[in-house]
């Protein structure tokens, strides 16, 4: 191959390397959208209700919220597709960039599949739910957000594996293991104040337990972010 070739060759993959570190920079931005919570919709708990309260569709606030999901999720596809494109065909590395795929999809059935209403935020909305006429919406939000959630421990767990099986930078390994460490404080602490949510004990502020995966899902992808602007930086694959 001549060196005009190599050049030629060379300079797309370049500019797909700097394209999918802007799309996991602008990725993480998108998704915080749910922090303008405390301003836009401060008639809203945050304390107490769940973070896709925020877009229920009698929310004011909800399409602001729907679409940064929507466009998180249309951002993170294109960079899922990039990055398995551009990175070579190691197993691990491979299914993390599948993972976020998957998530990215998933968030954006999420968005398409929002609450009716505010549970939180409304006693008619919470009698509605009690009484089972939100069984299938709710069904459906918590299937697409499970499939997400799940989708984002697969992919950290596989790059975490990656960063110790590949030899990278110690960086690579303490910061993805810091975001597992908050993911699962936050799971836990989730699952626990759901379950007393249900017997009527707020004390255990579901709304932040909540906040706190949302947190370590966006530090996941600042992670891949990172990663990318890693091999970007050393101009290779």
Not at 128 to 150: C, K, N, P, V, Y
Request: glycine share 8%.
């Amino acid at each position: 191959m001549t060196p005009a070739s190599t050049v030629a060759t060379e300079d797309p993959q370049r500019r797909g390397r700097a394209a999918l570190v802007a799309l996991l920079v602008l990725g993480p931005i998108l998704y915080s959208t749910w922090l303008l919570g405390w301003f836009l919709s401060s008639h809203l708990d945050q304390s107490r209700a769940y973070a896709s309260e925020l877009a229920a569709l009698d929310q004011p606030w909800g399409l602001f919220y729907r679409t940064g999901d929507l466009l998180t999720g249309i951002v993170l596809t294109v960079a899922a597709v990039l990055a398995v494109w551009l990175r070579p065909r190691r197993l691990l590395t491979t299914i993390g960039w599948i993972g976020l795929g998957v998530f990215a999809v998933s968030t954006i059935l999420d968005s398409r599949m929002p609450l009716d209403c505010a549970a939180h935020a409304s006693a008619a909305c919470a009698a509605r739910e009690q009484a089972g006429l939100l069984d299938e919406s709710r069904f459906l939000h918590a299937s697409t957000s499970t499939i997400a959630a799940t989708a984002a421990a697969v992919s950290v767990f596989a790059f975490i594996i990656a960063a110790f099986r590949y030899g990278w930078p110690r960086w690579t390994r303490w910061s993805g293991l810091a975001v597992v460490v908050v993911y699962m404080i936050g799971n836990a602490w989730t699952l626990f104040a759901i379950d007393m949510d249900g017997r009527g004990d707020e004390v255990w502020l579901l709304g932040y337990a909540q906040r706190l995966q949302l947190v370590a899902v966006t530090g996941w992808i600042v992670y891949l972010a990172a990663i990318a602007a890693r091999e970007w930086r050393r101009g290779s694959t």
